[in-house]
């Protein structure tokens, strides 16, 4: 059924949050305390052609970094009234005709048609996945080759890749926007530098002698961020107020872009699945397992841990082998962030840190594939033998194990890898 925007409403709605229309600034409040290191990559892609969308978990800073996006536009010379920004967590204001109303009230701001506009309107819309329609209503609009530039967010990334499937294929470009990196925690927190680095040897041997001076620092900041993870808003916090907000986060997560949107009445089975998996980071397990473990059926287990990797907060390892296959019965789980992990298991006392130190290792592999894949495959290896991590970037595979300690011994399972696959390159 088609639904129509209530127009006074969305331009009262407009009104309140593109308060730069009148001041040509972003308030203060909107833009946060600091910026994210992906901040300028995005920035360089409002300027190419395709849509720009950024997905990610809750609370990341996804909103404050689409107004740090604003403020950057407008320091660079854009008219505010250029700009239009809409949150689409408002049932109230979405339809099947919302861009065309937005369109039009823009062509009154800046007193031109739309299709005569000389230099480009920008459309933040954050919250998209609340919008069924947002894709093909998007692709209508970027597809008349006018001067818009589309930046859309959301925490589904199951919604927002369903909603621009093929109708935006080749259109859209996708970031994922997680929790700070602890390149990103140590800059923030305690103001340390850290060059980004790739996985070259000669690389992280020159960034580790850089900041041999810091290594004490470094050393109390990892075990840090390993208790507390990277949630912007918990920097600031102690653990008690940390783990309150975290379990917050998760129940947000969980209701809003779970059991609201996907209609899941199995509520119970969902939140205990979400305790379960994070008691069980690092050990290897079976649907079948988990099954038994909270009384439940494979395919339900399945379906759960999908929806609860979409919306970023774990990630699935599944056996490497050739030819790749998910199909594997063993696999492993891991969290995107540590501090959800401690929050969800209570631990308070920063117990388990060589599992702890494995998850982040793999969240840190995580990362750095999504720089080049939208939704990648996470790998372990285990025969007689095991290691931790494969990582396989475009053509490249770099077994990894991950070892808490000054002398690492039981590295077999690296080196029977690397004779297997015929791999020259390893780190540990």
């Known amino acids: 059924m088609n639904t129509k925007v209530n127009r006074q409403r969305?331009?009262?709605?407009?009104?309140i949050q593109n308060h730069?229309?009148?001041?040509?600034?972003?308030?203060?409040?909107?833009?946060?305390?600091?910026?994210?290191?992906?901040l300028p990559e995005i920035y360089r892609k409002t300027s190419g052609e395709k849509i720009v969308s950024i997905i990610g978990p809750r609370r990341t800073g996804k909103t404050i970094l689409l107004h740090q996006l604003i403020q950057k536009l407008l320091d660079n010379g854009v008219d505010g009234k250029h700009i239009c920004y809409l949150s689409c967590d408002n049932p109230n204001i979405l339809g099947d005709n919302l861009l065309d109303e937005?369109?039009?009230?823009?062509?009154?701001?800046?007193?031109?048609?739309?299709e005569d506009l000389e230099t480009p309107l920008f459309v933040f819309l954050d919250e998209i996945h609340k919008l069924d329609t947002w894709g093909e209503q998007v692709k209508h609009w970027h597809d008349l080759g006018l001067k818009i530039k589309f930046v859309v967010s959301g925490s589904?990334?199951?919604?927002?890749?369903k909603g621009s499937g093929e109708s935006l294929l080749g259109r859209i470009d996708h970031t994922?926007?997680?929790?700070?990196?602890?390149?990103?925690?140590?800059?923030?927190?305690?103001?340390?530098?850290?060059?980004?680095?790739?996985?070259?040897t000669n690389e992280i041997k020159k960034n580790y002698y850089n900041l041999i001076t810091s290594r004490h620092k470094i050393q109390l900041a990892f075990k840090e961020y390993l208790h507390k993870g990277g949630y912007p808003a918990t920097i600031t916090k102690n653990i008690d107020e940390t783990f309150q907000m975290l379990l917050e986060y998760k129940d947000l997560s969980v209701?809003?872009?779970?059991?609201?949107?996907?209609?899941?009445?199995?509520?119970?089975?969902?939140?205990?699945?979400?305790?379960?998996?994070?008691?069980?980071?690092?050990?290897?397990?079976?649907?079948?397992?988990?099954?038994?473990?909270?009384?439940?059926?494979?395919?339900?287990?399945?379906?759960?841990?999908?929806?609860?990797?979409?919306?970023?907060?774990?990630?699935e390892s599944v056996v490497y082998d050739k030819p790749y296959s998910s199909l594997k019965q063993q696999r492993k789980i891991f969290f995107t962030d540590t501090g959800i992990v401690n929050a969800l298991n209570r631990n308070y006392d920063l117990?388990?840190?060589?599992?702890?130190?494995?998850?982040?290792?793999?969240?840190?592999?995580?990362?750095?594939?999504?720089?080049?894949?939208?939704?990648?495959?996470q790998y372990y290896w285990t025969e007689t033998e095991e290691v931790d991590v494969i990582m396989c970037i475009r053509d490249e595979i770099i077994p990894i194990e991950v070892k808490y300690r000054e002398t690492p011994s039981d590295i077999k399972g690296l080196y029977k890898f690397m004779e297997k696959f015929s791999v020259k390159k390893e780190l540990l």
């Open 351 to 377: 117990k388990n840190i060589p599992e702890l130190v494995e998850n982040a290792v793999v969240s840190l592999v995580y990362r750095k594939i999504l720089e080049s894949e939208i939704n990648p495959t």
């Open 156 to 161: 589904s990334a199951l919604r927002i890749l």
């Open 102 to 114: 937005i369109m039009d009230i823009s062509s009154n701001l800046t007193g031109r048609p739309i």
């Open 20 to 38: 730069w229309w009148l001041t040509n600034k972003v308030k203060k409040e909107k833009t946060g305390d600091f910026e994210r290191f992906i």
């Open 255 to 315: 209701h809003r872009d779970i059991f609201e949107i996907e209609e899941i009445r199995d509520t119970k089975t969902l939140n205990e699945l979400v305790y379960l998996l994070a008691s069980l980071i690092g050990s290897r397990v079976s649907y079948n397992k988990i099954g038994g473990l909270i009384l439940s059926r494979v395919n339900t287990i399945k379906k759960y841990i999908s929806l609860i990797e979409d919306i970023y907060l774990i990630k």
């Open 176 to 200: 994922i926007l997680l929790q700070l990196s602890f390149r990103e925690f140590l800059s923030v927190k305690y103001g340390l530098t850290i060059k980004p680095s790739g996985f070259e």
């Open 10 to 15: 969305l331009e009262e709605i407009l009104a």
